[in-house]
């Protein structure tokens, strides 16, 4: 009678599980959907990368779209100044390995990085002021990341489950 009682509160949290992955993993993707205030309607596409030109006049890269394993942001996209990196642009980007970041960059979104486990060497520009919740969440192979003195926050599980993450750098000045 205990072993059918067993079996029957197994399947049951089975089912509830099965029944809760599909949510999930719509959670974790919503902020993607969402409107972001500060950008124009206009999209646009530069190379691999997509992004949206803000109401300042300079540039969100919003997705990549290419499969490069070392790849440097460029600091300008169509003459204008690349100032962020949106939520989720490069989220789940299987092939890359090493990541720069250009000084022209003041903030990277949630997400920016997430899930991209071959990740392993981040190099974030002098003018990132602010690094997303779940920035690098998730990127398994980063042993390395080099972070500037100008950066004054640090989202949530911002690099939460980096396990291999051995080296951070920081390059501010000892006081």
């Not at 124009?40 to 990368?49: E, F, I, L, V």
């Amino acid at each position: 009678m205990n072993i059918k009682k067993f079996i029957a509160g197994l399947s049951a949290f089975v089912i509830a599980l099965t029944a809760a992955a599909t949510p999930l993993q719509e959670v974790i993707k919503a902020p993607q959907l969402l409107p972001q205030t500060a950008v124009n309607a206009s999209a646009a596409t530069y190379g691999d990368y997509e992004y949206s030109a803000l109401d300042d006049g300079t540039v969100e890269i919003t997705d990549y779209t290419g499969s490069a394993t070392t790849l440097s942001i460029p600091s300008e996209i169509d003459g204008k100044k690349v100032t962020s990196i949106g939520d989720w642009a490069f989220d789940l980007c299987s092939s890359l390995t090493s990541i720069t970041i250009p000084d022209s960059v003041t903030s990277m979104g949630d997400g920016a990085f997430y899930g991209c486990d071959a990740l392993n060497s981040v190099t974030i520009g002098n003018g990132v002021t602010s690094i997303g919740d779940s920035a690098f969440k998730g990127c398994d192979a980063l042993t390395s990341v080099t972070i500037p003195d100008g950066v004054t926050s640090i989202g949530d599980s911002a690099f939460e489950s980096c396990d291999a993450l051995t080296n951070v750098y920081y390059t501010g000045t000892e006081e």
